[in-house]
């Protein structure tokens, strides 16, 4: 009697044909905060699948393991789980900075909060501060960039009534 593969809850080779679409459009159009929220997504998710293969390699072993594994019927994600996370929190700060939507706010906090909850608030607190040295030196070459304001109209003189 034949066992039945059974389908895989989570198919990485369609969060990998989303990510691609995503870049593809932000290659494009940078500003699509959607395509943007999209692939914050999929990098958690790819992310949170790929500390879990980290988790099971460093379960086995060190004397189990040989100098050249054999490769997996699906080789793991090239990034590791710590560089896809903080590539997926850049965006979502990214997007925060971005938006004007209060639901696209609530999604970004939702993703964070997600963060938090799997462990992930040391990768949350270096994308806040590489978020804010960011939009600090913006801030600052938009201020050496802008000439002084002129007056555009000369001050209206009172006199006394």
Avoid: Y
């Amino acid at each position: 009697m034949e066992i039945a593969e059974t389908p895989k809850a989570v198919q990485l080779e369609s969060l990998a044909e989303a990510e691609a679409a995503c870049r593809t459009r932000l290659a494009f159009e940078p500003t699509d905060l959607g395509a943007r929220k999209k692939l914050a997504w999929c990098l958690f998710l790819q992310a949170i699948h790929q500390a879990g293969q980290e988790a099971l390699l460093d379960l086995v072993p060190d004397e189990l393991r040989t100098a050249e594994p054999t490769p997996p019927e699906r080789p793991t994600h090239p990034r590791g789980a710590r560089e896809l996370l903080r590539e997926c929190l850049r965006h979502c700060f990214a997007i925060r900075q971005l938006t004007t939507d209060p639901q696209d706010v609530h999604e970004v906090e939702r993703l964070q909060a997600l963060v938090r909850l799997s462990g992930g608030e040391a990768a949350l607190s270096e994308a806040e501060n590489e978020a804010r040295g960011i939009l600090a030196r913006v801030t600052q070459e938009l201020v050496q960039r802008t000439p002084p304001r002129l007056r555009t109209r000369r001050p209206t003189r009172r006199f006394p009534a």
